[in-house]
T-cell receptor
């Protein structure tokens, strides 16, 4: 069955510290992987996506993610977080075409400690 | 500006009173979806549409209807809302596998 697991419901990190948000997926075909961010009261915004090629992808706001096929993971990282990064982060997997469905994880809420 | 808009942004209603949440996109995307977001459950797809007059059920379609008479519009209809439909609703259009989300509609059914 297709699924996305974000094992951390809530993470708190200090401003300036590094961040890693975990995402594991189960998908029968070649996965297309996404990270979205949702700021309080806002819609979801695409941070980055992986379709093919280099397994380390760069996104907006200084985020990056690494696709590891052997571990079925697509973890999101940032070397130094800012207070404005406090938000909810969603990992998603799909087939990459309009005909395929996108499945979202349950989200990880990130809090920043001053 | 390329965007997906939804109206209303907030709505409080009572059980059984029909309502419609509108969704419009100006990017000429063929594919559009409706999701609901509930705490701890992430986003679940309600309905999707691959083009005008082509719609299909997502994961949680019960109690909802949609229509797609024009490419840009994809309204969500609750014929007889119930309290378990209290949720945050997102419309999205899609191109190349990437979803573009509207700002959300927070619905409360009393």
């Amino acid at each position: 069955a297709q699924s996305v697991t974000q094992p951390d419901i809530h993470i708190t990190v200090s401003e300036g510290a590094s961040l890693e948000l975990r995402c594991n997926y189960s998908y029968g075909a070649t996965p297309y992987l996404f990270w979205y961010v949702q700021s309080p009261g806002q819609g979801l915004q695409l941070l980055l996506k992986y379709f093919s090629g280099d397994t380390l992808v760069q996104g907006i706001k200084g985020f990056e993610a690494e696709f590891k096929r052997s571990q079925s993971s697509f973890n999101l990282r940032k070397p130094s977080v800012h207070w404005s990064d406090a938000a909810e982060y969603f990992c998603a997997v799909g087939g990459g075409s309009s005909a395929s469905k996108i499945i979202f994880g349950s989200g990880t809420r990130l809090s920043i400690r001053p | 500006e390329a965007q997906v808009t939804q109206n209303p942004r907030y709505l409080i209603t009572v059980t059984g009173k029909k309502l419609t949440v509108t969704c419009s996109q100006n990017m000429n995307h063929e594919y559009m979806s409706w999701y609901r977001q509930d705490p701890g459950l992430g986003l679940r797809q309600i309905y999707y549409s691959m083009n005008v007059e082509v719609t299909d059920k997502g994961d949680v379609p019960e109690g909802y209807k949609v229509s797609r008479k024009e490419k840009r519009n994809f309204p969500l209809i609750l014929e007889s809302p119930s309290p378990n439909q209290t949720s945050l609703y997102f419309c999205a259009s899609e191109w190349g596998g990437t979803q573009y989300f509207g700002p959300g509609t927070r619905l409360t059914v009393l």
